[in-house]
């Protein structure tokens, strides 16, 4: 009896999961560059619209290549359903925003992607949205932040950039207790390390433009839950919204989604190297890694996470000028506000991602002068650690 993708390990479903195959019988999946589709009769026409005949309609509602890589990610995430989205921020202000109405409340951690901390602090109030900020490694900031009308609880695991990992069972237990509904951005985790919906989570979302692209080359999202909550909640806004992505998009991140497993294997092992040297490196006065003993979470880190991460984060001593000189040092991994790639990256979160911040809220969040955060990418390990050493070396 042939096994359907969904039953194959995480790997076979990243290559097979969801493939739709055109009468041409290719063997890599097809990109149906098209805004619409042509009818064979009238009546053709009027059953689709009326939902009576499952073929596509438009572009903005849903194309063959796109409903390929949906396909591929509900099978590796275990999820009923999925959207996907122009962008990681478009799956997120979606996921969030569309079944909220005003006089709701949201609670979130405050360890936040820049643009998910606008979206909660800046813009869900504008609408008559409550929420609240709370320390997502606190278990009791989240029972204590519940009110009547709370919808939704949000967060990150690890966190960016400190790799925090907050417990998703125990505040998927809170938010259900309290009737709300617990959605995770696992960006940083990747599906590879990290189920949330197994976890208790009720929607799990991801900038597909970090690993699941992992090559630099197009912004992409998706939203993964129940097919309750996408046909309630989802599926109508984005419709009639229109935040979809490109049927080209999609079919890199397709095509991406083939190599994922091979990449964030090999990127965390680079990673984890890359953490054992710097951790007792002497011009570095903090380390954090997930995938090490001495992690602030580490027993949570083995209860809910497979595998540790492609990034290490890091305090160089001297402040923002030792982070600075150590930075412009590197030859090899290079300066940007992008992670997950195939090109190490290494990131100034004190003047990018978070500058925007108050510095005491900085400070809070353990976001300090000196503190860099590193993704490994695909170069040799023995590369990127000669690189780091030297570049600190003259810091
Ligand atoms: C990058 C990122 C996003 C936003 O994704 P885009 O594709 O850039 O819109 C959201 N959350 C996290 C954790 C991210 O790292």
Redesign the pocket.
Same mark, same amino acid.
């Given at each position: 009896m042939s096994k359907s993708p969904a039953n194959y390990r995480p790997e076979t479903r990243l290559v097979h999961s969801g493939t739709l195959r055109s009468q041409y019988g290719e063997t890599s999946e097809a990109l149906f560059l098209t805004q619409g589709y042509v009818y064979n009769s009238a009546e053709e026409c009027e059953a689709r619209f009326k939902g009576e005949d499952p073929g596509f309609i438009y572009s903005r509602y849903s194309n063959p290549t796109i409903a390929m890589f949906e396909r591929r990610m509900i099978e590796l995430e275990g999820a009923e359903a999925a959207r996907s989205a122009? !962008?990681?921020?478009?799956?997120?202000t979606t996921a969030i925003l569309a079944p909220l109405k005003s006089g709701d409340h949201v609670v979130a951690s405050r360890a936040? *992607?820049g643009?998910?901390l606008y979206v909660i602090q800046d813009l869900l109030p504008r609408y008559g949205i409550e929420t609240t900020l709370v320390d997502g490694a606190n278990l009791d900031e989240w029972q204590r932040a519940v009110k009547p009308n709370t919808k939704t609880f949000f967060l990150?695991s690890p966190t960016?950039p400190t790799l925090d990992v907050l417990d998703i069972p125990a505040i998927a237990e809170i938010a259900h207790k309290g009737g709300a509904r617990l959605v995770v951005? =696992?960006? *940083?985790a990747t599906p590879i390390w990290q189920s949330p919906l197994a976890l208790g989570a009720d929607v799990v979302?991801?900038?597909? !433009?970090?690993h699941i692209d992992g090559q630099g080359r197009c912004? $992409? $999202?998706i939203i993964l839950s129940s097919e309750a909550f996408i046909a309630e909640h989802i599926h109508n806004f984005m419709r009639q919204t229109g935040p979809s992505i490109s049927p080209f998009n999609a079919w890199v991140l397709l095509k991406g989604l083939e190599t994922l497993g091979v990449r964030v294997r090999a990127q965390t092992d680079t990673a984890a190297r890359i953490a054992d040297v710097l951790a007792s490196h002497p011009k570095i006065s903090r380390l954090v890694y997930p995938g090490r003993a001495d992690h602030p979470q580490a027993a949570l880190v083995k209860k809910q996470m497979r595998g540790g991460s492609t990034l290490v984060g890091f305090e160089v001593k001297g402040g923002k000028q030792g982070a600075f000189r150590a930075l412009n040092e590197l030859k090899l991994a290079k300066i940007s506000n =992008?992670? $997950?790639d195939a090109k190490s990256l290494v990131t100034h979160p004190a003047t990018t991602t978070h500058q925007r911040l108050k510095p005491e809220d900085r400070a809070a969040l353990g976001i300090s002068e000196g503190f860099i955060r590193f993704s490994a990418g695909l170069e040799h390990a023995d590369d990127l650690i000669e690189d780091l050493t030297a570049a600190l070396e003259k810091a």
């Amino acid at each position: 009896m042939s096994k359907s993708p969904a039953n194959y390990r995480p790997e076979t479903r990243l290559v097979h999961s969801g493939t739709l195959r055109s009468q041409y019988g290719e063997t890599s999946e097809a990109l149906f560059l098209t805004q619409g589709y042509v009818y064979n009769s009238a009546e053709e026409c009027e059953a689709r619209f009326k939902g009576e005949d499952p073929g596509f309609i438009y572009s903005r509602y849903s194309n063959p290549t796109i409903a390929m890589f949906e396909r591929r990610m509900i099978e590796l995430e275990g999820a009923e359903a999925a959207r996907s989205a122009a !962008t990681g921020m478009a799956a997120v202000t979606t996921a969030i925003l569309a079944p909220l109405k005003s006089g709701d409340h949201v609670v979130a951690s405050r360890a936040l *992607f820049g643009s998910c901390l606008y979206v909660i602090q800046d813009l869900l109030p504008r609408y008559g949205i409550e929420t609240t900020l709370v320390d997502g490694a606190n278990l009791d900031e989240w029972q204590r932040a519940v009110k009547p009308n709370t919808k939704t609880f949000f967060l990150e695991s690890p966190t960016n950039p400190t790799l925090d990992v907050l417990d998703i069972p125990a505040i998927a237990e809170i938010a259900h207790k309290g009737g709300a509904r617990l959605v995770v951005d =696992n960006v *940083f985790a990747t599906p590879i390390w990290q189920s949330p919906l197994a976890l208790g989570a009720d929607v799990v979302v991801y900038s597909a !433009t970090k690993h699941i692209d992992g090559q630099g080359r197009c912004l $992409g $999202g998706i939203i993964l839950s129940s097919e309750a909550f996408i046909a309630e909640h989802i599926h109508n806004f984005m419709r009639q919204t229109g935040p979809s992505i490109s049927p080209f998009n999609a079919w890199v991140l397709l095509k991406g989604l083939e190599t994922l497993g091979v990449r964030v294997r090999a990127q965390t092992d680079t990673a984890a190297r890359i953490a054992d040297v710097l951790a007792s490196h002497p011009k570095i006065s903090r380390l954090v890694y997930p995938g090490r003993a001495d992690h602030p979470q580490a027993a949570l880190v083995k209860k809910q996470m497979r595998g540790g991460s492609t990034l290490v984060g890091f305090e160089v001593k001297g402040g923002k000028q030792g982070a600075f000189r150590a930075l412009n040092e590197l030859k090899l991994a290079k300066i940007s506000n =992008n992670l $997950g790639d195939a090109k190490s990256l290494v990131t100034h979160p004190a003047t990018t991602t978070h500058q925007r911040l108050k510095p005491e809220d900085r400070a809070a969040l353990g976001i300090s002068e000196g503190f860099i955060r590193f993704s490994a990418g695909l170069e040799h390990a023995d590369d990127l650690i000669e690189d780091l050493t030297a570049a600190l070396e003259k810091a």
